[in-house]
T-cell receptor
């Protein structure tokens, strides 16, 4: 079964706008990561947030984590056409290294 | 370039045929993984190897076998392919969860 569920499933925005994607999960986690997948390619690691962190930044990416609600969000600011891709959250359950599970993804389209 | 290399990139099999998907990494990572990706299902873990000489089942191991040949190589074998194994297969490696996974570019397998 999938640990993470992304919302929305698909998102279409204009270049320059911000894109927000959400991830909900079911059990306690050690860490949560976000990955990007361009069409027909492998996944690329974007950012990691530990369970004791609430917010993290990397360039135009901002990730938040709310362990009480078992949810995370990924914000991409000032989006570019090159950001068009699918975005996945991945979680490591507590006590479960090697059992990382991925969500079903959000498909983002950035229109030039 | 350093990374994870998967071969072949594409394969068509007839039901009942066997084949081995190859994966090699040159980053000296301890852990390696095989995932399959199906539309609407996200990535599901088939098998993983925490270190050279060890392998463990993931979420969907039925119909597959793996071999961790050495630290660099982790192969996935389909002994008797079935149409339900039509999917995109990704190999990944890591050297600690906090560093994230590095993915190969995938093998697109069709079983007819």
């Amino acid at each position: 079964s999938q640990q993470g569920e992304e919302d929305p499933q698909a998102l279409s925005i204009q270049e320059g706008e911000n894109a927000t994607m959400n991830c909900s999960y079911k059990t306690s986690i050690n860490n949560l990561q976000w990955y990007r997948q361009n069409s027909g390619r492998g996944l690329v690691h974007l950012i990691l947030i530990r369970s004791n962190e609430r917010e993290k930044h990397s360039g135009r990416l901002r990730v938040t984590l709310d362990t009480s609600k078992k949810s995370s969000s990924l914000l991409i600011t000032a989006s570019r056409a090159a950001d068009t891709a699918s975005y996945f959250c991945a979680t490591e359950p507590s006590g479960g290294y090697q059992k990382v599970t991925f969500g079903t993804g959000t498909k983002l389209q950035v229109i030039p | 370039n350093a990374g994870v290399t998967q071969t072949p990139k594409f394969q068509v099999l007839k039901t009942g045929q066997s084949m081995t998907l190859q994966c090699a990494q040159d980053m000296n990572h301890n852990s390696m993984y095989w995932y399959r990706q199906d539309p609407g299902m996200g990535l599901r873990l088939i098998y993983y190897s925490a270190s050279e000489g060890t392998t463990d089942k993931g979420e969907v191991p039925n119909g597959y076998n793996v071999s961790r040949l050495n630290k660099r190589e982790f192969s996935l074998r389909l002994e008797s392919a079935a149409p339900s194994q039509t999917s995109v297969y990704f190999c990944a490696s890591s050297d600690g969860w906090l560093r994230g996974y590095t993915f190969g570019s995938g093998t697109r397998l069709t079983v007819v």
